[in-house]
């Protein structure tokens, strides 16, 4: 496959353009892909403190095949690409100098561009220890009982406990986020809808957020219990909570990540009615040795992603 078909650009509305319906056509697959996008047509890139973002779109015979996102020093995120796709794009960006220090796709996808961009540029893939699982919801099943307590939604005059929540979580998964106000507008956590789970004197245990909707789907993100306020119920009675409001919303589809290394926060997933959809993988590359991956005549950088 010809890496020439590959339509790249910095313009968010030129991409969905192009490949919003593709897009929407498998909202589950292409969460990242969606939410990236509309993240950066809503706040624009500056609100990330990245340089600006580099989109690209598969197309060929008029047809959409495939799609990436790229926020420089930030992953790369790809759509389900076959081997052939991930190596024509990994051909394109070497090519272009693209520095490229981590990819994230379903774990097919993201195994065959780390192979590919090792190919044409000679950076070293290593699979990253945390991987995750993307589920879809299928007939929600409420836990029955529920704890004590009950969900309130949280609003503006929350800030301080959104970010003291959402600042916990994510060191838990290992996110290097300064969480203040200064900084919240640019993180990944400012656009979510927050539920807290309270005890009945007033006590928050628990947090779950949800993204707007996008597609018709909505991902359920953010799922956390302090460590010693697990194994009572809570994080699946706000679980529950959030994806009920979802689906009331008018979501066709909800989904949410779940840490494989977690066997219990699977099981409560599937407990409510989530579905196995893809297995997703991180790669790092470090950099490529004097000259390796001469293919490509590419580089590859080492860079936080």
Known sequence: MRSDHWHLTEDVGDFLARAGDFLRSRPGPHVMQLTWAERVRMRGAEAFGTRAPVFGVLERAGEVRATFYHFPPRALGLSPLTPGQADSLAARLAALGHPVSTVSADHGTATAFAGAWQRHTGAV??????RL???????????????????RVLGERDLELVMSWCGAFAETVGEAVPMNAGSWAGTRFADKRHTLWETPDGTPVSIAGMNPM???QIQVDV????ARLRGRGYAGAVTAEVSRAALAAGAREVVLFADLSNPTSNALYRRLGYRALTDWAVYDFSRAAPGAGREGGGRAHRAVG
């Open 125 to 130: 893939p290593g699979l990253r220890a945390t």
């Open 133 to 151: 699982r993307l589920y879809r919801l299928g007939a929600l099943t409420p836990p029955d009982p529920l704890p004590e307590g009950r969900a």
């Open 214 to 216: 996008i597609g018709g």
């Open 223 to 226: 799922v956390y219990t302090p």
